[in-house]
């Protein structure tokens, strides 16, 4: 499949967020990638529909939204509305038994099972909106999605524990592309510690898209840095 690369603003200056998309486009990214953290599902607080709503008239690039919140189907509509054309929604908050987590404890969510019928209902509301539903998986949580696997559009697979950039790769999400691959030929994406010597890991592995924030957002070179990543195989 054709690599594609996704840039994450999380890195981004946001002193200076019009040009930063501008150079994304400039680099030839294929998508531009927003990462919503509400601080309960991950530590970190991020940004929400005001950023997106105001970078959506500057790019007509596809913009993925990666909800990283406790109770994404209060607001997958909401940023189906404001200018989302991918919108990732992680299976964690569909899992049996739900998870509830205690004041100041951030330990990393994972689930060995999920209700696929609320997923779905999430799901195809994402799609009756005219946008791509992607289901994403954290590090610790298996392969749970059959359920859901026919009606998605993509996974995304978590190679940190969400909620910051600049974390290191973490290998073994690797058999788990590697197992997903082996029944799904739809887009399959991985985020978290890409660079130049994980990538090709992920590319062979079954990866697609590239999702990278500090890598890009660091180089001197961004445009040589996306050309580079799309020549893997």
């Not at 500057?58 to 991918?86: C, Q, R, S």
Request: glycine fraction near 6%; charged fraction near 25%.
């Amino acid at each position: 499949m054709k690599i594609q690369v996704s840039a994450s603003i999380l890195s981004a200056d946001f002193t200076r967020l019009g040009e930063e998309i501008k150079k994304c486009e400039a680099a030839g990214v294929d998508m531009v990638h927003v990462d919503v953290m509400d601080g309960h599902f991950v530590p970190n607080i991020s940004i929400g529909l005001p950023i997106l709503e105001a970078i959506r008239p500057l790019t007509k690039l596809p913009i993925e939204t990666h909800l990283m919140i406790t109770n994404p189907w209060d607001y997958v509509e909401a940023f189906a509305k404001a200018g989302a054309d991918i919108i990732s929604i992680q299976v964690e908050c569909y899992g049996i038994p739900a998870i509830k987590r205690e004041a100041h404890d951030f330990t990393p969510w994972s689930v060995t099972k999920i209700d696929a019928e609320k997923m779905l209902v999430d799901i195809r509301k994402i799609k009756a909106a005219g946008k791509k539903a992607v289901a994403v998986l954290n590090p610790a949580t298996p392969l749970c999605i059959d359920g859901i696997l026919k009606e998605i559009d993509g996974v995304l697979m978590m190679s940190v524990n969400p909620g910051y950039a600049g974390q290191k790769f973490m290998p073994e999400a690797l058999p788990k592309i590697k197992e997903l691959r082996d029944n799904f030929s739809k887009d399959i994406s991985i985020d978290g510690g890409v660079n130049g010597e994980t990538a090709p890991l992920a590319v062979q592995a079954g990866v697609n898209i590239l999702a990278t924030a500090s890598y890009f957002f660091g180089s001197s070179n961004p445009k040589e840095l996306v050309t580079n990543l799309k020549k893997l195989k």
